[in-house]
């Protein structure tokens, strides 16, 4: 597996964890088992936790891939984000599978095609 795909899988595996804690805790169901109407609010009540969530649940995983610390500095911010990715092309691997994977939950749905 090259760093690319495990950085995507990182990312994909963050959404489909986060998708299903956020859907039992608002309604008891899995995603799957949703409306898309009904998935989209009640992830839209959690989004300004998003990125947060994801930040600190993807740091360290990106580290190990990049043989970096795995500790979680204090604030993580794009430019964190952006030095644990290693490359450019690693980040924009990471910003691209985040921005999928928001748009398809913005229509109610998880990305399938993981």
């Known amino acids: 597996m090259t760093k690319e795909e495990a ?3 990182v990312v994909n595996m963050f959404f ?3 998708t299903r ?11 799957e088992q949703l409306e898309p109407k009904t998935l989209k609010q009640a992830m839209l009540e959690h989004y300004e936790e998003v990125a947060t969530e994801f930040h600190l649940a ?6 190990e891939i990049n043989g970096l610390s795995q500790e979680i500095p204090n604030e993580i ?6 030095d644990i990715c290693v490359s450019e092309a ?9 921005r999928q994977n928001f748009m398809s939950l ?3 749905k998880l990305l399938t095609s993981l």
């Open 7 to 9: 950085i995507r899988d």
């Open 21 to 31: 804690k956020i859907a039992l805790s608002e309604t008891g169901k899995m995603p």
């Open 106 to 108: 913005l229509q109610g």
């Open 16 to 18: 489909r964890e986060y």
């Open 90 to 98: 690693l980040f924009n691997v990471m910003a691209d599978a985040y």
């Open 58 to 63: 993807v740091y360290p995983k990106i580290a």
């Open 77 to 82: 911010t794009p430019d964190t984000m952006r």
